[in-house]
């Protein structure tokens, strides 16, 4: 990702704050979706995005920070649900009876399993494991391995697929042939997933995010052409439970810890707040 991604994201909340703070509150949204029809619901779930947890780089918070999120999300009475149920909930249009948000954790860092698991055990959350084959060990002393990720399984953390080399494959290579691009999309996107799903005990592999947050629409149906159920962006909107469910989330990074992670994070919290 590159710089111009935060301020996108933010732009892009705005914006999106803007057109819907414009918009008539629609009573008829939740026909249907309850007994009386007239509770209220909450639709829109941001889907938080985190990294490495050692404070050191863009995309890193400390573990200080992420503790410190937990604890709002819980004195904000926001519930933390699985990316299952969001995919769930979306499929069926059902709509939340408190503000929620789910938690996703990317790549092969020792602090995701290490550092995040614990903390989000502690607080009792749910969260999925974005991870990519080519980084995952075999001896848990080199970082994050096979026996990491069975523990997360077996504690009740989802682990899902982040390609096998993290590297850029939404378009050709420079001087790439299709068949060359297709055996390579073969890898990331196939091969993968039977790595992990041969190494974590036959554990369903559903959803792939794409390295780098970088996508294109034929990338998008090559990895539905493979069977998957979702893919997540990073391009920041929260999921609409009110939209149809169309196969993509996006997520919404959390990163430059120290001012702007804060805002990304409390912008979530605000738009999980907001009941139809
Ligand atoms: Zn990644």
Redesign the pocket.
């Known amino acids: 990702m590159k710089l111009r991604r935060v301020s996108l994201s933010v732009l892009g909340f705005l914006l999106a704050s803007a057109v819907f703070s414009a918009l008539p509150r629609v009573a008829p949204l939740m026909e249907g979706l309850s007994g009386s029809g007239q509770s209220p619901g909450y639709s829109r779930v941001p889907i938080l995005c985190f990294?490495d947890l050692n404070g050191r780089g863009r995309y890193s918070i400390t573990s200080a920070t992420f503790r410190h999120f937990m604890k709002r999300l819980r004195d904000e009475n926001i519930a933390v649900i699985p990316l299952a149920e969001v995919v769930e909930r979306s499929q069926n249009k059902r709509l939340l009876e408190k503000p929620a948000v789910a938690i996703t954790v990317?790549?092969d860092y020792e602090g995701a399993v290490r550092i995040a698991a614990p903390i989000l055990r502690e607080f009792g959350y749910p969260a999925t494991f974005?991870v990519?084959t080519g980084g995952i060990h075999t001896d848990p002393a080199e970082g994050m391995s096979y026996d990491d990720l069975r523990r997360l399984l077996k504690e009740g953390f989802d682990v899902q697929n982040?390609s096998h080399t993290?590297t850029a494959f939404h378009v050709p290579r420079k001087g790439e042939s299709a068949a060359e691009y297709e055996q390579r999309l073969v890898v990331e996107i196939e091969d993968s997933r039977k790595i992990l799903e041969k190494n974590l005990m036959g554990h369903k592999i559903r959803f792939f995010?794409y390295?780098?947050g970088y996508h294109t629409p034929a990338l998008r149906e090559r990895v539905f052409k493979a069977g998957y159920e979702l893919v997540v962006t990073t391009d920041a909107r929260p999921v609409d439970l009110t939209r149809p469910f169309n196969g993509s989330f996006d997520r919404r990074t959390i990163e430059l810890d120290g001012g702007v992670a804060e805002l990304i994070f409390e912008q979530a919290i605000q738009i999980a707040k907001k009941a139809i």
Do not use: C, S, V
């Open positions: 990294h990317d790549d974005f990519y982040h993290h995010a390295p780098m």
